[in-house]
């Protein structure tokens, strides 16, 4: 595919300079201070991923009151600046080598922490097929992918489907975001594993991965985990 192609050609054309700021990179993607100024995701819910203040916590507000349809999440960094840029370079811009760079970082991030590894296999949350077809990937796929052969995991990209293009979910509130979702997704039940972890590249407020886990749960699934490159941190 065509895509894959231009994946395979910028990742042999590593640029000399730090995508970011413009220095010397050294075989890398960001100099050195740039890539050490990532926002690590260190303290976050494990239920949700989202970032916790307190560093001995291990549930978020939300979690403990009302428990979400996953069973764990992780994300290796906060959705801020600069990740917040690399992400929407991936996606805007078809910089597809940033995908193996942040799975990569992902997977850093992931056995140094103490998240321990208990799914054999990822999907990636779908992209409807006409945004797919727009944008030429998807960039959860491609991050899933790498993903799943760093650590040795399945991927199985065909057993969700978006059943309808869903309106932009930016601006909605957390009610209308599930609205917006309600049967926006098709499942294969006869691919569906017994433990996974959905990709995504960014979760905002949760509403697409809660609706993803939940339907996954209701088919049979018995452990699923979300895991992203970023995550957002609670509004307020
Ligand atoms: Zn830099
Ligand atoms: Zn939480």
């Avoid at 193996?100 to 992931?110: G, I, P, Q, S, Y």
């Avoid at 208990?118 to 949350?125: A, E, K, M, N, S």
């Avoid at 039940?189 to 996974?196: G, H, I």
Wanted: positive net charge.
């Amino acid at each position: 595919m065509v895509y894959n192609w231009i994946n395979s050609i910028q990742s042999r054309l590593t640029p000399a300079f730090c995508l970011l700021c413009g220095h010397a990179a050294e075989q890398d993607l960001l100099c050195h201070t740039c890539r050490e100024s990532l926002p690590l995701a260190e303290s976050r819910c494990q239920r949700c991923a989202v970032y916790l203040p307190a560093p001995n916590a291990s549930l978020c507000g939300h979690c403990i009151s009302k428990p979400p349809p996953q069973d764990a999440a992780y994300a290796a960094f906060r959705y801020r600046p600069p990740v917040r840029s690399l992400l929407q370079d991936l996606k805007y811009n078809h910089r597809l080598h940033l995908a193996n760079w942040l799975a990569d970082r992902f997977c850093e991030t992931l056995s140094a922490s103490r998240h321990p590894i208990q799914v054999d296999c990822l999907i990636p949350v779908p992209l409807h097929p006409g945004r797919q077809r727009l944008r030429g990937f998807n960039q959860a796929t491609e991050l899933a992918r790498r993903i799943s052969r760093n650590l040795k995991l399945t991927m199985e990209a065909g057993c969700l489907q978006r059943r309808r293009a869903t309106p932009k979910q930016t601006g909605l509130d957390m009610h209308a975001r599930k609205q917006n979702l309600r049967g926006a997704f098709d499942l294969d039940k006869s691919r569906l594993p017994e433990r996974c972890a959905l990709v995504d590249d960014v979760v905002t407020t949760g509403a697409t991965s809660r609706e993803l886990a939940t339907l996954l749960k209701n088919n049979g699934v018995k452990h699923v985990e979300i895991w992203s490159i970023a995550r957002a941190d609670a509004p307020g």
